[in-house]
């Protein structure tokens, strides 16, 4: 069974926009962490924002903010006033447990798309 | 710091051929890990470390070796490079989080784009 499951392939979204990117995780363990990447068209891979399993509040950084649903086990990214530059594909990942050397898991992507 | 770096960007390989992909990291992190990244299947663990001296498989590890005799370098070797291998490999560490991050963070190489032929 997939640990990290995002279901939009693929999504188009006007310019100032706000933009909702799907994640929901399976795990067991009640230590965990949940992360946000970008990869725009130039490959790099670059962190956006983290949320753990303990913390109280939804963590925000800047424009990004995640809508953490313990109880769906959902941790959506949620894109405030969209930009042009917001184009890129977005990966929603899962660390089980919260020691150093818990391996971090990958979902699939979401390619975001936004229009002027 | 310079992070995370790969080494080469691009390379091209005929099936049978073996070659070896850099990875170094001079934040002096323990955890390094591999990654491959296909169209569709996100990203794909190949093989980690915690340590020198200590390596692990990950999800995907048939067709990639590796080693760790130091806390900076953790190659990646393909003993005989098949189609399959076609991907994008990627190199990341695990360390300290920046400030407002977590309090670790998986630290990205740029990356190798490997066409096997």
């Known amino acids: 069974a997939q640990k990290i499951t995002q279901t939009q392939p693929g999504m188009f979204v006007q310019e100032k926009e706000a933009v909702t990117l799907d994640c929901t995780y399976d795990?067991?363990?009640?230590?965990?962490?949940l992360f946000w990447y970008k990869q725009p068209s130039s490959g790099e891979m670059i962190f956006l924002i983290y949320?753990?399993?303990?913390?109280?509040q939804n963590a925000t950084e800047g424009r990004y903010s995640l809508n953490f649903q313990k109880a769906r086990k959902s941790a959506n990214l949620v894109i405030s006033a969209s930009q042009l530059g917001d184009s890129a594909m977005y990966f929603c990942?899962?660390?089980?447990?919260?020691?150093?050397?818990?391996?971090?898991?990958f979902g699939k992507g979401t390619r975001l798309h936004i229009l002027p | 710091n310079a992070g995370v770096t790969q080494t080469p960007k691009f390379q091209v390989l005929k099936t049978g051929q073996s070659m070896t992909l850099q990875c170094a990291q001079d934040?002096?992190?323990?955890?390094m890990s591999w990654y491959r990244q296909d169209p569709g299947m996100g990203l794909r663990l190949i093989h980690y470390?915690?340590?020198?001296?200590?390596?692990d498989q990950g999800e995907v590890p048939n067709g990639y070796n590796v080693s760790r005799s130091t806390t900076e370098d953790f190659p990646l070797r393909l003993l005989s490079a098949a189609p399959s291998q076609t991907s994008v490999y990627f190199c990341a560490s695990i360390g300290p989080g920046r400030e407002g991050s977590p309090s670790y963070e998986q630290y990205f190489g740029p990356g190798t784009r490997l066409t096997v032929t």
């Open positions: 934040m002096n992190h323990e955890y």
């Open positions: 949320q753990g399993s303990y913390d109280q």
């Open positions: 990942a899962m660390r089980e447990g919260l020691r150093r050397d818990d391996k971090i898991i």
């Open positions: 795990t067991s363990d009640p230590s965990y962490g």
């Open positions: 470390s915690v340590g020198a001296g200590i390596t």
